[in-house]
């Protein structure tokens, strides 16, 4: 933990306060919170003058500058996002216990809702994502390596199907495994092991 803990503290450094967010796993107060503080610290407000000079032309002509500008440092914003996406090491924070983990289901808790999609709103909030989803998803994406390596190996379908198929064999023997208890009866569960192997 990166500050202690103390029931009078009514205020954190912000830069704890995210600290613990993330060693805790509330990476979605995380995420929400690092959005609100970048629109905060990039919307301006701007009062109008009161001017008895301007006219129709002159203020249309600078609407229109003022949102050809806010277009195009949005989209500079958008690429620099991305380019920074492209530096990171999506891989230095992952650890063993990642992988020795179970691996999430092919459902909606890895593909997400619709509306778990946003583009980023700062560098460091892309980076965050980036990491995050690979601490999560770790294994998924080894399988999916496995899949896409073998494909490109392989040039006939059969030999494909016979792989996807003992995958499929392996996790549905995995699956019921653990419901079953078979962790209790190793000898049980070696002899089905062998017999699976042999099929």
Request: charged residues 15%; glycine residues 6%; hydrophobic residues 35%.
């Amino acid at each position: 933990m990166s500050f202690s803990s103390n029931p009078l503290s009514l205020s954190v450094p912000d830069p704890n306060f995210e600290t613990w967010l993330r060693d805790s796993g509330y990476f979605e107060i995380l995420d929400q919170r690092t959005s609100d503080l970048h629109r905060i610290t990039t919307t301006k407000t701007t009062t109008p003058s009161p001017s008895s000079t301007t006219t129709p032309a002159t203020t249309t002509a600078t609407t229109t500058t003022t949102v050809t500008t806010n277009f195009l440092l949005s989209i500079f914003n958008h690429i620099g996002i991305l380019l920074s996406l492209v530096t990171i090491n999506p891989f230095s924070k992952l650890t063993n216990e990642d992988f020795a983990g179970d691996t999430p289901p092919w459902t909606l808790g890895f593909i997400g809702y619709s509306d778990s999609y946003s583009f980023p709103k700062s560098r460091n909030q892309g980076a965050m994502r980036v990491t995050e989803n690979n601490k999560r998803y770790c294994r998924n994406y080894a399988t999916l390596f496995i899949i896409f390596f073998a494909c490109s190996l392989y040039q006939r379908p059969i030999a494909l199907v016979g792989l996807v198929s003992s995958l499929a064999l392996w996790d549905l023997f995995a699956y019921c495994g653990n419901r079953w208890g078979l962790d209790d009866y190793p000898v049980t569960r070696e002899c089905l092991l062998r017999l699976l192997q042999c099929g």
